[in-house]
């Protein structure tokens, strides 16, 4: 039974096992943790190394290595979980916190859904509580559920109306509104969000995806310019918002501008975390496809991504290493991690199942697609397509996946098929054009006027 004196809460209210000099770091970490401010990791390891019995401590720690979505990661989980275990075995702990190290274990041994399941009955129990609200929320996105994320944050969201990270939890509503297709809330929701809590990048930069997913670049720009004190706090998160800006200028036409943003801060940090990859790579492929010299820019990427090959950890990473090997002209590289995804076994975890189909599947039309072999890259890329939210990721990072389907569709003079894909697209944007679809309905017109006799 947990002494109460010896108990306090956190800025949720929730009953933890720390003491009460320790509970300020913890609601540090917590606050960093809702806002992926850059002090979080440090933050962590402080209240871990003041309070070593501290079990949940020991849990996120491990739940922040397995998000990170590296082969080397996974084992200093494992020994996070280890310690966790340890923890309780030494001192006493909540329920709460035995239920966290549970879904650790559960994740660990390669079910991250069942974490998420466990996670959420406890925020059943206690929908006020912020950091399995969140964990629920990250964890569910890697695994491609919107719905599951929504559902989660919406049966939360009355427990957050007096609650000190009522902001995070209305970005975190902004965004699962966004990427199942009510955009107007969305934008409403994650504006009120930002206003009440500017730091949170992301209910920012989920205001920047409903520009995206509307054809607003314009508006997104406006959205974004001069609120960068929401995201200069992050960790490699503002990477991803820079990304952001760059797709709005790419959607423009102006693509200087995109690859400035890219030099200057996307790639600023030449990191081989997988998101700062896929922010890369994505980008680089986007231009590419536009027509404009990316140069040298690959090189980097394709190196890191060589050294990446057998991680195996995500299909979404997997499909950016690809991009990047593909970019750099790494061909034996590319073949080597097309090899591992097909090694891959329904079974022994979702992020094996995943990588199996639709993950290879994917890959093999890309591998295709740089070869020149536009009508296989179709058959492949369009084969993924269905199941391809599976990946995780939004709407607009899986996005370069879709404008490769169309492309090799274009390519290998399937035009028909192209517009079906354009229009499909389109539906998913609630009928809003961007400047990608119609550069490329352009292209199909031109290629039907060719096509007519004497042309």
């Known amino acids: 039974m947990l002494d109460t004196h010896d108990t306090t809460t956190d800025l949720s209210g929730i009953a933890t096992s720390l003491g009460r000099e320790r509970i300020g770091g913890w609601n540090r970490t917590l606050v960093g943790f809702l806002s992926h401010a850059a002090a979080t990791g440090p933050d962590l390891n402080a209240v871990i190394t003041a309070a070593p019995d501290f079990a949940l401590g020991h849990a996120i720690k491990g739940f922040a290595c397995l998000l990170l979505g590296r082969s080397e990661m996974v084992q200093i989980a494992r020994d996070a979980h280890v310690d966790a275990l340890a923890a309780l075995q030494r001192a006493p702990a909540t329920a709460r916190e035995r239920a966290f190290v549970a879904a650790l274990g559960d994740w660990v041994q390669g079910w991250p859904g069942r974490a998420a399941q466990r996670l959420q009955a406890e925020l059943d129990r206690a929908p006020q509580d912020a950091l399995a609200m969140k964990l629920i929320q990250a964890i569910w996105f890697v695994l491609g559920r919107p719905d599951l994320m929504r559902q989660s944050i919406e049966g939360a969201l009355p427990a957050f109306a007096d609650h000190a990270a009522r902001g995070y939890a209305l970005g975190c509503h902004a965004f699962t509104l966004e990427e199942t297709g009510e955009y107007a809330r969305a934008e409403a929701i994650g504006r009120e969000g930002v206003e009440l809590c500017p730091p949170d990048a992301w209910g920012l930069h989920a205001v920047a995806h409903v520009c995206d997913m509307t054809g607003r670049a314009r508006d997104g720009l406006d959205w974004l310019s001069g609120r960068e004190a929401s995201w200069t706090h992050c960790n490699n998160f503002r990477f991803h918002v820079w990304w952001h800006r760059a797709l709005m200028h790419l959607d423009l036409g102006q693509y200087d501008a995109a690859l400035d943003f890219y030099d200057r801060d996307i790639r600023a940090d030449r990191t081989d ?144 098929a192209a517009e079906s894909l354009l229009a499909d697209r389109q539906a998913l944007r609630a009928g809003a054009s961007d400047g990608y679809a119609e550069r490329r309905r352009t292209l199909i017109a031109a290629a039907r006027q060719a096509a007519q006799p004497g042309a």
């Open 273 to 416: 975390d997988y998101r700062d990859i896929s922010n890369a790579a994505s980008l680089l492929s986007r231009l590419e496809l536009e027509g404009v010299n990316v140069g040298h820019r690959w090189d980097e990427l394709a190196d890191l991504s060589e050294r990446r090959a057998e991680d195996g950890c995500l299909a979404f990473a997997d499909l950016h290493y690809m991009l990047a090997l593909m970019g750099g002209g790494r061909d034996e590289a590319a073949a080597r991690l097309i090899g591992r995804m097909a090694a891959a076994r329904a079974g022994t975890g979702e992020a094996q199942e995943i990588i199996a189909h639709p993950g290879l599947t994917a890959a093999q039309g890309l591998q295709a697609f740089a070869a020149g072999d536009h009508g296989t890259a179709f058959a492949h890329l369009s084969a993924a397509q269905r199941d391809l939210p599976r990946i995780g990721g939004s709407h607009a990072q899986r996005d370069i996946f879709v404008r490769l389907t169309i492309e090799a569709a274009l390519r290998s003079g399937r035009l028909e």
